[in-house]
């Protein structure tokens, strides 16, 4: 099963360009009227200034790379701040992405940019501030990463079940983190169901949508003797998101949190890199459960069939033959 699909993710990332040179920047050294180009920055800067405790700012310079929003680095004589902006939409994107990085930040476990700010602009955008983060030049090693991320699984704890306060999205998909008890309906139904709703919405793919939620009512089988304890997940984690700071430590960024089972976290793995060193130490700290290796193509699947809805039928045969080969094993 994992090498009919392993296959295809030799090339299947190709059109998610990492962006993570981003936040290096062209530094400009004039100061700009504005970083966030047409768009008021009064209250950000107004933000600095007050509660970001800054009694200048020196320099503003725009941080080019991120698709959807417009970003900007202002650099101040208390440190630096990353600021994003969208002029079309209202907070909630940017609440969102708040609450993951600030409940991700307080486990002390991975390095998270520290979010500060979201607010409205005048005339319905949005802005959030957090820390700017000044990458390191050298790779990140994969061992402590795969340590931090297995502490924040285990550090990240609900009492609510599986999901999140807010829902968010995957890419530009909705998420839907409605709190669930059951991690295997929450899974089949706000995760795959959705998808495949969408697919059969979008590109009238009636049979990828009846094979998949035949799927999705029968993977009760693939859960036996395992506890699923919920865990605060990045939940968007591949390359172009994984960075290192100075101090060479990992920095993870632009999250899709909610809580789920830890396990989900390597969905996105066909495009992460992680090494043999990774999930050493991370079963180190999470010890790898029953039925590990028989789960790994259904937490891809959310992934693949997200990348179909978002990227188009490249990615139909990938998660097509992972639904396949599941209804093959499950015999349903
Ligand atoms: C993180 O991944 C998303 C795709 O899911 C992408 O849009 C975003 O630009 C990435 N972040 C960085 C810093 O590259
Ligand atoms: C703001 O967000 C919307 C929806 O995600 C996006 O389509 C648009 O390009 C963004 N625009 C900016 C840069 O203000
Ligand atoms: C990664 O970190 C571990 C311990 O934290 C260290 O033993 C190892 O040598 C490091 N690996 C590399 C490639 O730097």
Redesign the pocket.
Known sequence: MVASVGLVSLFSCSHLKPSSLRWFSSTTHKPKPSAIVGISDDLVREWILKEGKATKIIRISPVGGGCINLAGRYDTDVGSFFVKSNRSIGPSMFEGEALGLRLMYETKTIRVPRPFKVGSLPGGGSFIIMEFIEFGASRN????LG?QLAEMHKAGKSDKGFGFDVDNTIGSTPQVNTWTFDWVEFYAEHRLSYQLKLAREQYGDSVIYEKGQRLAKNLKPLFENVVVEPCLLHGDLWSGNVSSDKNGDPVILDPACYYGHNEAEFGMSWCAGFGG?FYNSYFEVMPKQPGFEKRRDLYMLYHYLNHYNLFGSGYRSSAMSIIDDYLQMLQV
């Open positions: 090693n994969q061992s402590v340590r060193s």
